[in-house]
């Protein structure tokens, strides 16, 4: 299945001041797979490691982290001569913190050897590490679940997509059919996510979701919790990580989602509990949408201190978790949770794309889901799950901050009116 990442790989292999390659990502968001691809297709050959499987390969950085020890302790353990043409993939580098440093001295090695490490607990792992980090030595992307262009993709939709894209650009209105088949579409992500095996799954039962195995995300959360006992300080803290991660679909679905430390446990603090919060967000597991004092450029410089709301990295795990049917999140259907569910589908789409995650609450008359830089103009968006369109928070910070303009993102087709342009749900991936 396409994945835009696999652009990311090539810029990165084509860059003349290429720096070793270091993935993040969840567990099975497709990191090995993608990786392994891109290498077999470019180069036919090239070394694939595991630390997690091959012990005798991690001994090698253990007792050196230089370039030429490490080749050479290679060739010796595979029988075969490496040289810089080869790339090497070290999957699972989490494991070895001596794999991780010894990227300093592959990037400073005048060979020029292209190497790529990867890891599910990656993130967890470097902002925890131990020895001397190679600070300024390693390119560190992030891989995130299939966003909704690659479902379509995936699902054979290249012409809806591309009149999706026509519709942005111009905000003409879709016919009213098309309209409908790609909402139907966005409804079926809202309950199979990104995860490229429920993708996969959704394709082989003929796209239908009640055929849709749900074992799947039940599968990637039992693996998940076993996840958050791994480089932890203790089992009380990986048991904070679980009792947070288990308290987000309940807080997303109050009134105000702002995250709550005494929701997760009765009379808990911050203090207690941050650090399990940062695991969570490192890990990948969560996304953490940071509250603006002001709606003012540059945004970094007006993140409040107080305030922040957590989502869950892949809308149809927050589905399963919520146990959500097909029918609890169409329109005419009232459900305490759909709204949160649609606010983390908007938000991983805008996290997909590298955008800003910011939102401003300077009021109770006022509440903006979303503030995000468009390169020119700091603009406010406004999440809706249904059709309606009365927006009166919106209006209140037109009226207060004057932007050039403001998003609606809602079921409603493409428009624009009052300095409001509305995109439709199944059409965030333009932005």
């Known amino acids: 299945m396409f994945r835009h990442f696999i652009n990311e790989l090539k810029a990165w292999d084509l860059d003349n001041e290429r720096k070793p390659l270091l ?3 969840v567990r099975q968001v497709g990191k090995t797979y993608i990786v392994n691809k891109y290498l077999k297709d470019t180069y036919g050959d090239y070394i694939y490691i595991n630390l997690e499987k091959q012990d005798d390969v991690a001994s090698i950085f253990e ?11 290679l060739e010796q353990l595979f029988g075969r001569s490496i040289d810089s043409g080869i790339p090497l993939f070290i999957d699972e580098i989490q494991r070895s913190e001596r794999a991780i440093t010894s990227l300093k001295y592959f990037c400073e090695d005048k060979k020029d050897f292209r190497v790529i490490g990867a890891g599910s607990l990656l993130g967890v792992k470097l902002s925890r590490f131990n020895s001397s980090f190679p600070v300024g030595k390693v390119d560190i992307r992030s891989l995130h679940p299939m966003s909704f ?11 809806l997509l591309e009149g999706i894209r026509d519709a942005y650009l111009s905000y003409v209105p879709l016919p009213g059919g098309v309209h409908e088949k790609a909402l139907r579409i966005y409804h079926d992500y809202l309950m199979i996510g990104g995860m490229p095996e429920a993708v996969l799954n959704y394709i082989q039962n003929q796209k239908k979701v009640v055929l849709f195995n749900d074992s799947i995300h039940e599968n990637l959360q039992l693996a998940y919790l076993a996840d958050m006992t791994k480089y932890t300080t203790s089992a009380a803290e990986g048991v904070k990580i679980t009792e947070i991660y288990a308290s987000i679909p309940r807080q997303l679905a109050k009134p105000n ?22 695991w969570l967000i490192a890990s990948g597991l969560v996304i953490s949408v940071k509250k603006l004092d002001a709606p003012l450029s ?10 922040e709301k957590i989502y869950v990295s892949d809308v149809g795990l927050l589905s399963t978790m919520c146990g959500l049917k097909y029918r609890d999140l169409l329109p005419q259907t009232d459900n305490v949770y759909k709204g949160a569910v649609v606010e983390n589908y908007v938000v991983e789409e805008f996290m997909a794309k590298g955008k800003n995650l910011n939102y401003f609450k300077p009021s109770e008359s006022m509440e903006i889901d979303l503030i995000y830089d468009d390169g020119k ?30 998003l609606r993102i809602s079921e409603r087709n493409f428009g624009e009116a009052d300095g409001i342009r509305s995109v439709p749900l199944y059409a965030v991936w333009c932005i």
């Open 23 to 25: 993935i993040t990502g």
């Open 63 to 73: 007792e050196s982290t230089d370039p030429d020890r490490i080749i050479r302790g």
């Open 149 to 159: 262009d690659e479902f379509l993709i995936a699902c054979g939709e290249e012409r």
């Open 257 to 278: 989602p702002k995250f709550k430390y005494n929701e997760v446990r009765p009379r808990a603090n911050k203090r207690d509990f941050t650090a399990p919060l940062d």
């Open 298 to 307: 540059p945004l970094k410089g007006y993140i409040s201190e107080s305030g």
């Open 377 to 406: 103009d700091i603009i406010p968006v406004e999440i809706k799950s249904g059709r309606h369109k009365r927006s009166t928070s919106l209006k209140n910070y037109i009226d207060k901050y004057s932007p050039p303009y403001a």
